[in-house]
């Protein structure tokens, strides 16, 4: 019964390199959301995905982040030339239904040096 | 509306009372509401949810409060327990435009012994 699988768990990169978190959602579940979180703070919506189809990026950053959810393997985001303010907690959550009851994952804590 | 803020308020309750966590949430268009439970290092955990044409719900030692005149909800937890220190967050989706699940600001309950 595996819940929301993210990895890595920790990522380190400098300044520049690319970032890859990945997100394997609930078993039968085809919505996948990303979620930011910095300390003390709550969860900022980035992206809504079902399979192949991106349908809400309203909290993506236009520049430098992607996400996709191919129809086969897990959902990525990707965050590219990456800067010491994209430090921070990110979450995939996914459902079964669109956009209720989300359950989500452990994160992935990415620290830019 | 999106959560933000420097730090997270606190309500410190004593072991074995009830606790009750407000949340106002934005959009009078949201129609379904859920609270989450965050530990530290952990992702959201779901709580429980309920939609616009209930006005109360319960769980097992949880029970949420919809009041749509003024746009807030409430959790209350009966008999509270050490293991219920965590961060709640309510959650709204707000349906006007793209679905989507937008957070409120947490809220940090303390369990005195």
């Known amino acids: 019964n595996a819940g929301v699988m993210q990895n890595p768990r920790h990522l380190v990169r400098r300044r520049g390199q690319e970032a890859r978190l990945r997100c394997s959602p609930v078993?039968?579940?085809?919505?996948v959301y990303w979620y930011r979180q910095l300390p003390e703070e709550g969860l900022k919506f980035m992206v809504y995905?079902?399979?192949?189809?991106?349908?809400?990026e309203s909290g993506m950053p236009k520049e430098r982040f992607s996400a996709e959810f191919p129809k086969e393997g897990p959902s990525i985001l990707r965050i590219q030339q990456v800067v010491r303010g994209d430090s921070a907690a990110y979450f995939c959550?996914?459902?079964?239904?669109?956009?209720?009851?989300?359950?989500f994952g452990s994160g992935t804590q990415l620290s830019v040096l | 509306g999106e959560s933000v803020g420097l730090h997270l308020p606190t309500l410190s309750v004593q072991e074995g009372d009830n606790s009750i966590i407000n949340c106002a949430y934005s959009?009078?268009?949201?129609?379904?509401f859920i609270w989450y439970k965050q530990e530290s290092g952990k992702g959201p955990q779901f709580i429980i949810d309920?939609?616009?044409?209930?006005d109360k719900r319960q769980g097992q030692r949880v029970t949420v409060l919809l009041n749509k005149t003024v746009k807030h909800l409430s959790l209350q937890i009966a008999a509270t327990q050490p293991g219920d220190s965590a961060v709640y967050f309510c959650?709204?989706?707000?349906?006007?435009?793209?679905?989507?699940?937008?957070f409120g600001s947490g809220t940090r309950l303390s369990i005195r012994p």
């Open positions: 309920i939609r616009s044409n209930m």
């Open positions: 959650a709204e989706n707000i349906r006007s435009s793209a679905s989507k699940i937008i």
């Open positions: 959009n009078s268009a949201s129609d379904y």
């Open positions: 995905l079902q399979k192949e189809n991106i349908i809400d």
């Open positions: 959550a996914s459902s079964y239904r669109d956009s209720e009851k989300l359950f």
């Open positions: 078993k039968g579940h085809s919505h």
